[in-house]
């Protein structure tokens, strides 16, 4: 990692009902996983959201092209209605890393993930290995655990729609008390390109090492809670 590079991730924001609902689920979550003696790390509900394409460290000076790269790859894209529901476990609940909450009929947003994989690629990105699981991440544990009794008297529950129209290109800061998110760019479905003045026009293909910055320092975990590398996931 250097100085002048930032962790990044493309994401979608959620409806204000549906961080609300996936919260009061956490509450629960937390008063289980106590009385059960597991240790649950949860994510602050400001940061719930729905990952769709992990860059890892990236130069700063290739964001532009990130974001014009993005644009592009969303430009009339449909207005989507998703819905959170059900809980599951990364990687399984009986071998738990991550407890996430699942996305009902997720195939619009799995065409989504295969335009901005489509565009990382092109400008550079390595293709991301893992199939698309669309979750969001509610906690984290710092060692495999089982969570099945403390998630499956929740699992079915359902927490409510959102519609998504952009995407959010995100920087993700590690803080001590959990990691602070913070969006660079948006790019709306229905948003009109940028002019030539404001970014790029022509689509760059970026060295590999400049767009993902140094490649030896490989991420061990992407911000979705989702580990990289070979991953069974299960609910």
Known sequence: MTATSKRLFVGAQLSINTVNALAGAAETLARRARDARVELRFVAPANYHLTLRFLGQTRA??????????????????????????????????KARVVWAGVEEPGPLAILAKKIEDACVGIGFAPEPRP???HVTLARLREARPVREVVL????????????????????????????????????????LRTASECQTEPVHLDARTASG????????????????????SG
Request: aromatic share 8%; proline share 8%; with cysteine.
């Open 61 to 94: 000076e290739t964001i532009p092209a990130v974001c014009d790269a993005l644009d592009r790859a969303v430009l009339g894209t449909p207005v989507m209605k998703i819905r959170t529901t059900r809980l599951g476990a990364f990687s399984s609940l009986d």
């Open 132 to 134: 698309f699981h669309a």
């Open 214 to 233: 140094e490649l030896s320092d490989v991420d061990s975990d992407s911000d979705d809670g989702w580990p990289r590398g070979p991953s069974r996931t």
């Open 153 to 192: 008297p929740l699992a079915e529950q359902m927490f409510g729609d959102t519609r998504i129209d952009a995407i959010s290109l995100f920087e993700s800061e590690t803080k001590s008390p959990g990691p602070l998110y913070r969006e660079l760019h948006r790019s709306s479905f229905d948003r009109p």
